[in-house]
């Protein structure tokens, strides 16, 4: 990532190996292919040294509004991204912190089970 620094609050999204899942497969012409990937959301907590808040209660703050803002109260169906995805969960939320001692922060872990056309991976199927 060369020289990528991360900064206070940040939002990183990474996505892990997408892998089949033959159990959900969707029969038909075209037939559906379902696949499931990991998502982690890590939330970047840099906290300045003059900062009179304590660095957990704005971690905290942190962690619940980007957790808030994933499964909005006004969207029922959050877990489906807008019908792109059959399922999605929460699997765990882990604290981090940097080895350095330079940051902090939280990582939420997603899994996203969603269906594509047997000939397009880049065209969502229900």
Not at 84 to 105: P, W
Request: hydrophobic share 40%; charged share 20%; proline share 6%.
């Amino acid at each position: 990532m060369g020289d990528f620094q991360p900064q206070d609050l940040q939002i990183i999204l990474t996505c892990g190996d997408v892998v089949p899942m033959p159990a959900n497969h969707c029969p038909g012409n075209p037939p559906a292919n379902a696949w499931k990937m990991p998502v982690k959301i890590a939330g970047i907590l840099r906290a300045s040294e003059t900062s009179t808040v304590a660095k957990d209660t704005t971690k905290l703050q942190f962690m619940s509004d980007t957790i808030k803002a994933l499964g909005d109260s006004a969207s029922v169906s959050w877990h489906t991204f807008g019908s792109n995805a059959l399922n999605s969960e929460i699997v765990s939320i882990e604290d981090y912190q940097a080895d350095d001692g330079s940051g902090s922060g939280f990582m939420v872990n997603l899994e996203v089970l969603f269906r594509t056309d047997e000939t397009n991976m880049f065209t969502v199927r229900a």
